[in-house]
């Protein structure tokens, strides 16, 4: 319990001396994400020993906020705190020209925590809390350069999408404490069991926050975030945030909830599939990858092995962090990612380019690297499920595409030349790549008794090792030949686009939203213009007492300063515990600011103050009539 | 030793003061009203070390005419406590900020002064003819600070609000005098119209319409609201930050106090057009607010929205007969009325401060502000993601709570109103991609940072904020402490 305390507190106390001492940061992130790394693996050894603990603290009456310690947050964390190590590493190369270092740092490292609080979550409440508070970490880091053209709207827009995605888990969160009586997770998902809306309403935050059909548009744009950003953010971790939601509230869903979480991680596949198959842009290409390998997590939850989707969240983490991180160095080493730009620029940088090309190829599944071992579990779960047929087919396509996307980057990458230039920071860059590149190579063989650690089984099974296996290859022959280019011509420039209706979001949402805005904001003036008129009719109020109300505020303001005497006399008399001399003191008090209205003539204050010191005689009168 | 009614009546000494002697320089009349402000608050944080017990606790009564059943009666209990704290802080740094001010100082500080006891004596009053006459005064005070010392419309906004609310109170008279006449013996005393309400039937629903006019207008609650952003577009920075953080207070105390505890079973029948009423009025401040380019119109219907979800909750509470779905909901509601004092008048006062430096606030005109003045940008950027209810900062654990107990009574109500959330983080994303983010212009980028008394009047609030959000416990457990025992 203390080891994973410190990866929450780690992180924090970073941010802290980053923003309190402004100078470093680096040196204070790499030690906050060194303290979380070694937390994190203490925590595992601990769990391995067979520790397990929840740790309740704070919060609201009766709903206090917890944490867990268990195999499978154990997992998380470290998963989650190798990579963001990694990554803070690189990041120091990376980030080496940037002047907002401060910034950078502190911003990443608040993330981190809030991280490891969605993993580590307990409660719904404090899964919510940090569900929230990655989104702001996304929202900051993606709109980092806020001054460049695009960056502003794509924050704006991810945050929005995965919010308006997060009230799915709002209202479910409603749901399973109002019936459950308690906030503890695994009690109110046990006692919620079978209820579809509320399993529809996680599936609902779990594709905004990972990025599935139709949400997925938002990933994309966050591109323009610093690399870095969108290695550990947007590909291992934050987005994955979904799919962990996924599997610990697996054991509520029901038969027809698992098709619907099958269905649109199926469709996920598809769509961001051809996108990445389509796209110009490298970066955009990784994140639509990121989509579709999502896609295959919602797939193995939906053929009902959680677990199969757990081993391949690990292994994408560090296959598509070392996928982006390459990518960065190549953004760095010309300035640019787009494709045509980049061309040769893996002859340029062969160290860097098999470091991406390992990470690629293991993405792709082909043995003996990580991706291999990851990816079969999912197959052969679909073909298990009861909607194996439906299943199955839908994988072996997503294989086909993988493998295709992947030979296209690296052949696009690769061929062509492109001039060699010192990239500043090029050593610590080379450290992370390789860290994340080298377990994105031998991972593999870890993932079996991680599975079993966690208590599930994996399933495994020849026939449809051995077909996944052929179509990775087969994939990976059509993208290298360019086969796929051609085959995926006519419906280029739609995926490029990543198939959005319209103007995608801005026609689906934004357009609506102020539409209806404006509509409201109209119907307010005329309520405010009947109001003002009922006012002056109901009150007799010609324009002529208006105008003439400022020159009575004014004397009247004067009056208080000069004729200081007025109020003294009212407050001390105040004093005077006598009701009948308050009430007769008010309406004295009133009668002599009258006057001196009077005097200006302009009645109309006067009336009303003297109406509103009278109310309280009024109660007195009634009061006595009464008796 | 009297803490609370010092407390109350200490600003009014110093507006006494500043009327007697009349300190010619603007200084002077700044430190004392500071001083008087300072004390006050000292004395509201000693008021709340002594803290609340079951009921009414602090209890101060002095007999007037006992056969009227009428006295100066003042006290607190978990509902008043948290919003006599609030009111004191608010006004604090109300005057912090306006230490720029040098037109007609002392009158200027004197009204502000008069309307803080006013304020914290209408939280505290126990007896209803001593509330009648503060929450009265309040309006005095406050219009002669919009009229006074507020933007170029002022006479018309001041003259809405102050016939609006002034509209408002009549029928709240009209039910104080019902709850009067029903009370056996007759009594002003608010206790016992809370430990056992005298109304009921007829008479019982012709005063929770009373009620819910009066306060729905000071709340306000859709239609009723239209004075709100008026006032508000013409106050003085400072106003606004009373207006919204403290006066608003008084309508939703009111929901709580009066039509809550003093008309239960009327409003038991009535719940669901009342929830409804709030739902509606929540969203459509949202969507309304959504369509502002006027950054302070635009905070000042997110307050619409906001005091619907409080009016929402206290209806949950209203209609469900299971004590903890009840504290949820009070608690909730309690919680955010404190937050949106703090959090709105952060806003307001960082809205002010752009408009001192630049000299409007149509957001069209800016952008990329946040390079030139980053305490100002990103104070407002933490500001605005409290008021969209950001987890870690003071909306978050009230809504979820007003939410949670809305949801255990009216799940779809709950459903529908939570949108507005979305709505608000738009709104608010939309208006910081406008102003602060992007390339500056040419024409702001000489324009000046935050200054000393800018920041010592809205740093203590964004930390509360935090506070708030990330330790909400402390606070909620004295809410929770009257919450959880208001009866069925």
Not at chain 1, 74 to 99: R, W
């Amino acid at each position: 319990m203390i080891a994973s305390l410190l990866a929450i507190i780690g992180p924090l106390a970073a941010l802290t001396l980053i923003v309190a001492c402004r100078r470093t940061p680096a040196v204070f992130a790499l030690g906050g994400a060194l303290v979380v790394f070694g937390g994190a693996v203490g925590g595992l050894i601990d769990a391995s020993a067979g520790g397990h603990a929840s740790l309740a603290f704070a919060g609201m009456p009766d709903l206090p906020l917890r944490l867990q310690h268990d195999s499978l947050t154990a997992i998380l964390s470290l998963t989650v705190a190798t990579v963001a190590l990694l990554v803070f590493v690189y990041a120091v190369g990376y980030m080496q020209a940037e002047p907002d270092k401060v910034r950078f740092f502190a911003e990443m490292s608040f993330f981190a925590a809030a991280m490891q609080g969605v993993v580590l979550a307990g409660d719904w409440i404090l899964l919510l809390a940090c569900w929230e508070l990655i989104g702001l970490a996304s929202y900051l880091l993606i709109g980092f350069w806020y001054e460049r053209p695009l960056v502003p709207v794509a924050a704006t827009r991810a945050f929005l999408t995965t919010r308006g995605a997060d009230l799915g888990l709002y209202v479910a969160v409603f749901a399973l404490v109002s019936t459950a009586g308690t906030s503890e997770v695994g009690q109110s998902v046990a006692a919620n069991t079978g209820q579809f809306a509320i399993g529809m309403l996680l599936l609902l935050a779990a594709m905004g926050k990972s990025a599935q059909v139709p949400f997925h548009g938002w990933l994309q744009d966050a591109m323009l975030g610093p690399t870095p950003v969108s290695a550990l953010l947007h590909s291992a971790t934050l987005v994955a945030a979904g799919v962990i939601l996924l599997i610990r509230s697996a054991p509520l869903f029901s038969a027809p909830m698992l098709t619907a979480v099958a269905a649109i991680g199926g469709l996920t596949i598809l769509v961001t599939g051809v996108t990445a198959l389509a796209q110009p842009d490298l970066k955009r290409m990784l994140a639509a990858s990121t989509s579709s390998q999502l896609g295959f997590m919602l797939i193995g939850v939906g053929a009902g092995s959680p677990i199969a989707a757990l081993v391949h969240l690990v292994a994408h983490a560090a296959m598509k962090a070392a996928l982006f991180l390459g990518a960065g160095i190549f953004q760095h080493a010309l300035d640019s990612t787009v494709f045509a730009e980049l061309r040769g620029v893996g002859r340029a940088y062969p160290r860097v380019f098999i470091l991406f090309a390992l990470a690629g190829l293991a993405l792709a599944g082909v043995p003996p690297l990580a991706g291999f071992w990851s990816k079969d579990p999912i197959e052969a779960a679909t073909m298990e499920s009861p909607l194996g047929a439906f299943l199955f087919p839908l994988a072996l396509v997503g294989l086909l595409l993988t493998g295709a996307y992947v030979a296209r980057a690296l052949r696009l990458l690769w061929q062509g030349s492109a001039q060699r230039r010192p990239v500043p920071g090029m050593a610590w860059m080379l450290v992370g790549l390789a860290g994340v590149s080298l377990l994105a190579t031998f991972l593999g063989p870890a993932l079996v008794p991680t599975a079993q650690f966690v208590g599930g089984r994996l399933p495994t099974n020849v026939s449809s090792q051995l077909l996944g296996f052929g179509t990775a290859v087969l994939g990976l022959l059509a993208g290298w030949s360019g086969f796929t280019d051609r085959l995926a011509a006519p419906i280029a420039s739609p995926a490029a686009r990543g198939f959005r209706v319209g103007d995608g979001w801005i026609d689906v949402a934004v357009r609506p939203a102020l539409a209806l805005a404006r509509a409201a904001d109209r119907l307010d003036l005329s309520l405010y213009d009947t109001s003002v008129s009922a006012g002056r009719i109901g009150l007799g109020l010609a324009t002529g007492p208006l105008a003439r109300a400022d020159a009575l505020v004014e004397r009247l303001v004067l009056a208080v300063g000069s004729d200081g005497l007025l109020l003294a006399r009212a407050s001390r008399r105040f004093d005077e515990v006598d009701l009948d001399g308050l009430i007769g003191q008010l309406v004295r008090a009133t009668q002599l600011l009258g006057e001196r209205v009077r005097r200006l003539q302009t009645g109309f204050v006067s009336r009303e103050l003297l109406l509103a010191a009278s109310g309280a005689a009024v109660i007195l009168v009634l009061a006595l009539a009464a008796r | 030793m009297p803490l609370l009614s010092l407390t109350v009546f200490v600003p009014l000494l110093g507006a006494v003061l500043l009327v007697l002697l009349r300190p010619s320089n603007a200084r002077a009349a700044h430190r004392l009203g500071l001083a008087a402000a300072c004390l006050s608050l000292l004395g509201a944080v000693g008021v709340g070390l002594r803290g609340v017990g079951p009921g009414f606790s602090q209890v101060e009564e002095i007999d007037w005419i006992p056969s009227l059943g009428s006295a100066y009666r003042v006290g607190v209990d978990g509902i008043s406590l948290p919003l006599f704290l609030l009111t004191t802080v608010l006004f604090l740094v109300s005057l912090v900020f306006s230490t720029r001010v040098t037109d007609r100082t002392p009158a200027y500080v004197a009204f502000f002064l008069m309307l803080e006891t006013t304020c914290l004596g209408a939280f505290v009053a126990l007896d209803l003819v001593l509330f009648y006459v503060f929450f009265e005064l309040t309006l005095v005070a406050m219009y002669f600070i919009i009229a006074g010392w507020g933007h170029e419309d002022r006479q018309r906004a001041a003259l809405l609000f102050f016939l609006y609310t002034l509209l408002g109170s009549l029928p709240i008279l009209l039910g104080i005098i019902a709850l009067y006449l029903g009370a056996d013996p007759h009594t002003f005393d608010m206790r016992q119209m809370v430990a056992s309400p005298p109304l009921a039937g007829f008479a019982g629903a012709l005063t929770f319409v009373a009620f819910l006019l009066g306060f729905g207008i000071k709340t306000p609650v859709f239609p009723l609201h239209t004075w709100l952003p008026a006032a508000h577009v013409e106050a003085p920075t400072a106003g606004s930050v009373v207006l919204a953080g403290v006066l608003l207070k008084l309508g939703t105390y009111g929901f709580v106090r009066f039509i809550l505890q003093m008309t239960p079973e009327a409003f038991r029948a009535a719940a669901p057009w009342v929830a409804t009423l709030a739902s509606f009025s929540a969203l459509y401040g949202a969507f309304v607010a959504l369509a502002q380019t006027d950054l302070k119109r635009l905070v000042a219907y997110t307050s619409v929205n906001h005091m619907g979800y409080v009016v929402l909750a206290v209806a949950a509470a209203a209609a469900t007969t299971e004590p903890r779905v009840r504290a949820v909901a009070i608690d909730g509601a309690v919680l955010q009325m404190v937050s949106h004092g703090v959090v709105t008048g952060a806003l307001f006062l960082l809205v002010g401060a752009l408009q001192d430096r630049a000299g409007t606030r149509e957001m069209g005109a800016f952008g990329g502000l946040l390079r030139g003045m980053p305490l100002l940008g990103w104070a407002f950027i933490v500001a605005a993601f409290a008021s969209l209810g950001l987890p870690g900062l003071a909306h978050f654990p009230a809504e979820f709570q007003i939410f949670l107990g809305t949801f255990g009574v009216w799940p779809l109500a709950a459903a529908i109103t939570v949108i507005g959330i979305l709505v608000t983080a738009g709104l608010y994303l939309r208006a910081i991609q406008i102003t602060f983010l992007g390339e500056v212009g040419e024409r702001w980028r000489a324009l000046p940072d935050l200054g000393r008394a800018d920041l010592w009047a809205v740093m203590p609030l964004l930390a509360m904020a935090l506070m708030i959000g990330v330790a909400p416990g402390s606070l909620l457990n004295v809410i929770h402490r009257t919450a959880s025992s208001l009866g069925p």
